[in-house]
């Protein structure tokens, strides 16, 4: 966010918050969506297209440990363990999801009078989104899944932002290390002592989306795909609606042309939409073949190589294979 803004932000803060509370009041929260993934997978994006018609209030990365101060606790993918009790974070989590919490960062895109529920997007909440699902049921959770590769480059153009830039870091989560990490221990400290950006943060990509495929049964969260929404945007969104909604039903989305092919916010110059160039398969042309090989390697250690067929476009039986495998 430019400084601009949220100077702007903080300026509107008092009126915005008796608006919100207002909302809160008169129950226009009850339904809450919960939009998660990765950094540079296309959350902001997928966001404005689910809010396409300005209904949600919508609440950008309320966790994020860095630019929300009451998350300063919270690891950068902090993760809590099924059966533990976080009495600071369920606390938090529920001034979140009631829409009680304000922040003039998070709730910078807000500027309507009535609302219709809670869009909130995080990028840092994969490993304790089974947590919180479990105290919180009514949560619609949505995982936004894209290519690692693609996320792993788009984050190397943007290495001054606020990333987990060493897989070592999420070792030192004694809970996470016991649950999941200890069979892949070799393998974070390989990658650790190889230096290298990209496959750093495939790594990173693989941990985070490895753990919320394994907790969630099918049917507990809605997965949807960057590249499909990108190639049918229509449709994809619909999809998640009629998630929502917890209905059958058409749900059908008609998004206008301006809505789908406008930038996000935190899109940037480098970005390949911009440069004209695909960005599903542009990775391609900019990592070295060695590089591509090391990271197909790691994800085959979780499961994860086959995500991808060779056009950059998800391939649904492995997802099956591996989402909610025990």
């Given amino acids: 966010m430019h400084i601009e803004q949220i100077i702007i932000s903080h300026l509107l803060k008092p009126v915005r918050d008796v608006t919100l509370h207002a909302n809160r009041l008169l129950d226009n929260y009850d339904e809450v969506v919960w939009l998660i993934g990765d950094g540079r997978s296309g959350t902001t994006w997928i966001s404005d297209l689910l809010n396409h018609d300005r209904t949600y209030r919508e609440m950008f990365e309320p966790f994020h440990p860095q630019h929300v101060d009451e998350m300063s606790f919270l690891a950068p993918h ?3 363990s099924p059966g533990d009790s976080h009495d600071q974070l369920e ?3 529920a001034d979140v999801f009631s829409g009680t919490f304000t922040h003039p960062v998070v709730d910078s895109a807000n500027h309507s009078h009535l609302y219709n529920g809670l869009l909130i ?6 490993l304790f989104a089974y947590w919180a699902s479990l105290r919180f049921p009514n949560l619609k959770i949505i995982l936004l899944l894209r290519n690692p590769f693609s996320v792993a480059l788009s984050k190397s153009k943007k290495k001054e932002w606020y990333w987990v830039t060493d ?3 999420l070792l030192t989560q004694q809970n996470l290390y016991e649950d999941y990490l200890r069979p892949f221990e070799y393998l974070i400290r390989k990658t650790s002592e190889s230096n290298d950006y990209i496959l750093r943060q495939i790594l990173i990509w693989s941990i985070i989306n490895y753990i919320p495929l394994k907790q969630f049964a099918p049917g507990q969260i809605h997965i949807t795909f960057y590249e499909e929404v990108y190639a049918d945007p229509d449709n994809l969104v ?3 609606f ?3 909604k917890n209905t059958k039903e058409n749900c059908h989305v008609k998004l206008d042309e301006e809505t789908v092919k406008r930038p996000s916010r935190v899109v940037s110059k480098e970005s390949s939409l911009l440069q004209g160039k695909s960005p599903v398969t542009s990775w391609k042309d900019e990592l070295p073949l060695r590089q591509i090989e090391t990271g ?5 250690e979780f499961g994860l190589a ?4 060779e056009d950059s476009m998800p391939n649904h039986d492995a997802l099956h294979s591996i989402h909610g495998a025990k």
């Fill in 78 to 80: 902090q993760y809590v």
């Fill in 91 to 93: 606390n938090i989590a």
């Fill in 121 to 126: 997007k995080d990028i840092f909440a994969n």
């Fill in 167 to 169: 897989p070592l870091l």
């Fill in 238 to 240: 619909s999809s998640a």
């Fill in 242 to 244: 009629r998630f929502i």
């Fill in 296 to 300: 197909l390697h790691i994800l085959d």
């Fill in 306 to 309: 086959d995500l991808y067929d």
